[in-house]
Every structure is written in C-alpha cells, then in structure tokens.
C-alpha cells in the first residue's frame, strides 16, 4: 500500500536537504536552440516530442536539488492528444528520478465529473503524486478528490491565497469579519483532518503565495497541519527570506515553486551551457530555502 502523500513528502525533503519544487512549465518559443526542429511551436507531435526532451533534460539536472516536480497541465493540454501524452511521459520521468510529481491541474468541479476528475488525475496508472485543486464550488466538490486521495496515497494542494496581482479581488474580499481566503484555509483544516501522517501533516495542502508574506504567516498560523506549495518566488518578485515563517523546526511544512526561473536561466536560447544554468539555478535557490528554512539535512548534488 501507498503511504500517505504527506509523510512520502516529508521524506523527500528530509533525504534531499531541499523543499524546491521545479514548475514544468515548457514554452517552445524559449527552447534551447539544440531542441528546436521543424514544426516545433507549430506542429502538435513535432512539439510534444520537443517538449518531452526539454522536460527530460530539465528533470536530469534539477533531480539532485528538487524534491518534487510541477508539470503545469495547461503548457501539455494546449497541443492536443501528443501533449497530453508528453504530461505522462514527463510524470513517469520524473518518477524514474525519485522526484515527486504534483499535478498542476487546478481541476474544480461537483458530482460525478468531480470524481472523474480525481479518478483520472490521481488513481489512474502513472498519475501524479498530488494535484492542485479550486475549491470555488464548496465541499462537495472537494470530497471526490479528498476520497481518491486517501484511497491512492495521493495529497491536494487547495488553493487558498494565490500569487496573482488580482488575487485579492475575490481571495481579500470580506465576509463575517474575515477575508475569503481565510474562510478556505478553515475549510482546508477540517477537510484535511482524516489524513495527517506520521510527520504531523496533513495530505490536503494549501496554495499560498510568496508575494505577501504578512499573509502567508497568517495563513500558516491558521493551517498548523497542512503543507504549504508557494509560489511566486523567482519570476514573480517572491524571494526565499520572505517565506521563513512557513517552515517548522525541522525545515518541514512548506515546499516552495520556481518555474521560469529555473527553466530558463540559461536566458538566450543559443546558448551551449543551458543545462549548466539550469542546474546552477535550482542549485542556488535550493541553499536560499534551506538557509530560509533552517533545514539541516543533507543536502544532495552539492
């Protein structure tokens, strides 16, 4: 049987010294130089294939810094069936490296579809490890996801306060004396609270971005069990120093997100060393957490 997402995690960043997490987010137009053939960027299965090839160039070098990947499913979804199929490919990669999987997929909805959904993104055969979820339609479209993933070992990250300059014109709303996003991370608690492990955290994570750290402390505060996915460090203006309250004493609790700022810090896609910087990136910014974090596990790939 599969242990439970949130103790596999922990896990994770314990052996690897390391809470990043590398977003998956592959733009064709941004290729190095030496992975763009013809139709790439026009052609579905020239794309996939390039796509696949980046990914897993990607996963061998960030393998020894990361403990988990995040393919986005919309940069996959957005060339037909060949991408989808390279989504796969890439999550079967990445488990070929001893990576962690989350599925960035922000899937949403009630009944029936709500379970197919879950089915589909979590007990399928090669599914992720863990998926990101909206919970705008309420409990009952959380409870199909919450059961598959107690069934599969899987874990969700909800989102609760997102990274997005316009995330405050629904997440900061006001109702009963408290901000929306405060209201989901309660929800969150009670519909994590059948599925903390071993290490003290629950399966049913949150998303709370890097971009305002009063509320991420806040949020933290407010979600004493739940693993944090941050975002919005990087690329978005976050840095690591910011997010040290998410971290418990042990450097647990909170696993952080680059995307564009590790993919492609190799800046001019002609550029021979591309991999190098790429390794050099997740490199850097795994130190920036741990310090953030106070981990001191060992760190791999140093």
Request: aromatic content about 6%; overall charge negative.
């Amino acid at each position: 049987m599969t242990a439970p997402f949130a103790d596999r995690l922990a896990d994770a960043v314990l052996t690897k010294g390391s809470s990043l997490v590398v977003g998956l987010d592959p733009d064709p137009a941004r290729f190095p130089e030496a992975l763009v053939g013809t139709g790439v960027g026009s052609d579905r299965e020239a794309t996939a294939a390039a796509i696949l090839a980046f990914n897993t160039a990607v996963i061998e070098e960030v393998a020894p810094f990361a403990c988990a990947v995040k393919p986005q499913s919309a940069y996959y979804e957005a060339w037909g069936a060949p991408g989808v199929a390279a989504y796969e490919a890439t999550i079967a990669r990445a488990h070929e490296a001893n990576l962690l999987v989350i599925g960035d997929v922000k899937r949403g909805d009630i009944g029936s579809t709500a379970t197919a959904y879950a089915a589909g993104h979590l007990l399928a055969p090669g599914s992720a490890d863990a998926i990101t979820v909206n919970p705008y339609l309420g409990t009952d479209s959380i409870e199909p996801f919450v059961k598959a993933a107690q069934e599969g070992g899987g874990g969700l990250f909800i989102l609760v306060r997102t990274s997005n300059p316009s995330a405050a014109d629904i997440q900061d709303l006001q109702a009963d004396g408290k901000a929306i996003h405060d209201h989901v991370a309660g929800l969150v608690t009670g519909w994590g609270a059948n599925t903390v492990g071993e290490n003290g955290y629950s399966s049913v994570g949150a998303v709370v971005g890097a971009t305002r750290p009063q509320e991420l402390a806040s949020l933290r505060e407010a979600l004493p069990q739940a693993w944090l996915l941050i975002p919005g460090v990087g690329a978005q203006g976050g840095k690591a120093a910011d997010i040290a309250c998410a971290y418990d004493e042990r450097g647990l609790g909170a696993v952080v997100n680059s995307s564009r700022g590790i993919l492609y810090a190799y800046g001019d896609p002609g550029a021979s060393e591309w991999r190098a910087a790429i390794a050099g990136a997740a490199r850097t910014l795994r130190d920036e957490l741990a310090e953030a974090s106070g981990a001191t596990g060992v760190q791999q790939g140093t």
